[in-house]
Nanobody, 119 residues
């Protein structure tokens, strides 16, 4: 199983980034995909999740609602996180994760990609 996150970088406040997480080794379409983040010195926190390819089955943390959009391409086994109107407090390492729909625990994790928002 592999989850390869990419797309992080340095951006100014108000800018945008699009993260990607390419996966392999499990039945992507059957898994709930999510993004988490962990800022330096803080605990990892939930950002967004997607149950299926339909845009209506998504959940967001209050801190990113209206600014971030999670999407997925089941044909490419890839999940995305479009991040707009970025703020310095969005600075963190972003991780993609996957869990079966029958489980509450995320089974697979990517290696993380750094997002830094300068003020």
């Amino acid at each position: 199983v592999q989850l390869q996150a990419s797309g992080g970088g340095l951006v100014q406040t108000g800018g945008s980034l699009r993260l990607s997480c390419e996966t392999s080794g499990f039945t992507f379409s059957s898994y709930i995909m999510a993004w988490f983040r962990q800022a330096a010195g803080k605990e990892r926190e939930f950002v967004a999740s997607s149950i299926n390819q339909s845009g209506g089955s998504t959940t967001y943390a209050d801190s990113v609602k209206g600014r971030f959009t999670i999407s997925r391409d089941n044909a490419k086994n890839t999940v995305f996180l479009q991040m707009n109107s970025l703020k310095p407090e969005d600075t963190a390492v972003y991780y993609c994760a996957a869990r079966p729909r029958t489980s509450l625990r995320f089974r697979y994790w990517g290696q993380g990609t750094q997002v830094t928002v300068s003020s």
